[in-house]
Structures are given as C-alpha cells and as structure tokens.
C-alpha cells in the first residue's frame, strides 16, 4: 500500500500543478469556474475640444533649380504686417575641421606663462589622438598626453581622460578657450 501511494503522489502533484496552468487552457478544469462575463456597456469616451485654427492660404512654390534661398541672403515674407518686412539672414557657421587638418605642430600661450608648443597626431591611443606638449611651464598643458575633437571644439587631455584646456575656433585658424582648473586664458595658433 505505501508503494502505491508513492507512486500517486507524483501523478497527483502534476496533474494538480497542470490543473492551474494556462498553457493547457480548459483541459483539467476540475470545477473552477470563471466569473460570468461583464455586460455592461462600455462608455464613449467625452468628445474632445478642437484646437482653434487659423485660414489656411496657399501661395505657388518657386520653379524648381535656381529659385531657392542661398544661406545668407533675404526672405521677403508674404502677409506679414508689411509685404516688403524681410527675415534677418541666417548666420552660417564653418565646417569643423577634419581631424588631418587640426593635427601637426602648434604653438600654445597662456596668458600667465607664456608660450610652448604642441603636437597633435593622428596617432590613435584608444579612442582619442596622442599629443605632446613641448617647454610647457603651466601644469595644465605641461601634464597633457591626448586630444579630441568634439563637432568645432578641441580637448586637450591629461592622464586619465580628465579635460585640461577647452579651445574653439575664433575663425582666424587659431584656438582660443581656458584651462579648465585654472581657469586661464589660452590661444592656440600655427
């Protein structure tokens, strides 16, 4: 009797753990019974209140090919409080440079020590460039071994990936921005 009793035991749990899974949907479905199904209608949902609108007017585009506005230049905007009001020009800002065009030798002053010089390589070292600062007294550029170009801007690197000196372009092909623990001013030219 305890022989068959350990062997309906097993069969027992696992119709049971059956008996409660979904997988098998209604097949062991001994007596449980589901809640009848809710009949009540759904409610609509309120109308929503329409955005206020303006009229609409429709004006032909320009032919196609040399019609078009150049960066720069004027729009004249119809029906605005005047028909000859014109929209300021957009500024137009310069490519950044390629890294090939930022890398090779630079000469680097800070305003409180003066000026040394600097190479940038394309040299990879993980994923920045190698630098070499060359009779640099000021502990910032003096510590540098990496640089970065960000979109326009140049990171000069210290160990450790930590930023020492921020430079942007001034438009003249020179650099100009500040050590960033010093705050010092730094300008960096061919």
């Known amino acids: ?25 209604d097949t062991f479905d001994f007596g449980a019974r589901k809640p009848p199904p809710d009949n009540r209608p ?8 329409a955005a206020p609108t303006e009229q609409v007017s429709s004006e032909p585009l320009p032919p196609a090919g040399g019609g078009g506005v150049t960066p720069g230049s004027s729009v004249a905007v119809p029906g605005g409080p005047s028909s000859q009001s014109q929209v ?20 680097i ?11 940038l390589t394309r040299q990879t070292l993980l994923d920045v460039y190698r630098a070499t600062p060359s009779g640099c007294q000021a502990g910032s550029l003096a510590k540098v071994n990496a640089w970065q170009q960000r979109g326009q801007e140049i990171d000069l690197l210290e160990p450790g990936g930590r ?20 705050g010092a001013k730094i300008r960096m030219t061919r």
């Open 1 to 25: 009797m305890k022989l068959y009793a350990l062997v309906l035991l097993p069969c027992a749990l696992a119709l049971a753990s059956c008996a409660s899974s979904t997988r098998l949907g």
């Open 42 to 49: 759904i409610a609509a949902p309120e109308p929503l209140m």
């Open 88 to 107: 300021a020009a957009l500024p137009t800002t310069p490519a950044a440079p390629s890294t090939g065009g930022i890398a090779g030798s630079w000469k």
């Open 109 to 119: 002053s800070d305003a409180a020590r003066g000026s040394c010089g600097i190479s």
């Open 163 to 182: 930023t020492a000196v921020r430079l942007f372009p001034t438009g003249d092909g020179a650099y100009e921005g500040a050590a960033t623990m010093s």
